[in-house]
């Protein structure tokens, strides 16, 4: 599966923004989809992912967003969405999504990355 990430922009700190995830080539249905940021000067780390498609897991949080960050999924779009609220400077990054076949926040673990969404939170 490829993915896209979508909706990024200027907000201002306490702001919301939503990224949206669009899928191509398979249904999203069947993978755990989770998102990333890459921060100016920093490595990509975990953010959030998306509730698991079978089972009871629920959606993993980064302790950085946890209370103001919220995954969802839309199968019927193919599309994953990332609803950001109560925004901080320091949210500022490019953010990513990418696919896995089970629950994790390993970026190694995740794969049909594409082209990132820039947010810019400004103080």
């Known amino acids: 599966v490829q993915l896209q990430a979508s909706g990024g922009g200027l907000a201002q700190a306490g702001g919301s923004l939503r990224l949206s995830c669009a899928a191509s080539?398979?249904?999203?249905?069947?993978?755990?989809i989770g998102w990333f940021r890459q921060g100016p000067g920093k490595e990509r780390e975990f953010v959030g992912m998306?509730?698991?498609?079978?089972?009871?897991?629920?959606?993993m949080y980064a302790d950085s967003v946890k209370g103001r960050f919220a995954v969802s999924r839309d199968n019927a779009q193919n599309t994953v969405y990332l609803e950001m609220s109560s925004l901080k400077p320091e949210d500022t990054a490019i953010y990513y999504c990418?696919?896995?076949?089970?629950?994790?926040?390993?970026?190694?673990?995740?794969?049909?990355w594409g082209q990132g969404t820039l947010v810019t939170v400004s103080s």
């Open positions: 990418a696919a896995s076949r089970v629950p994790r926040s390993d970026v190694g673990g995740y794969s049909g």
């Open positions: 080539g398979r249904s999203v249905r069947t993978y755990v």
């Open positions: 998306s509730p698991v498609p079978w089972g009871s897991i629920r959606p």
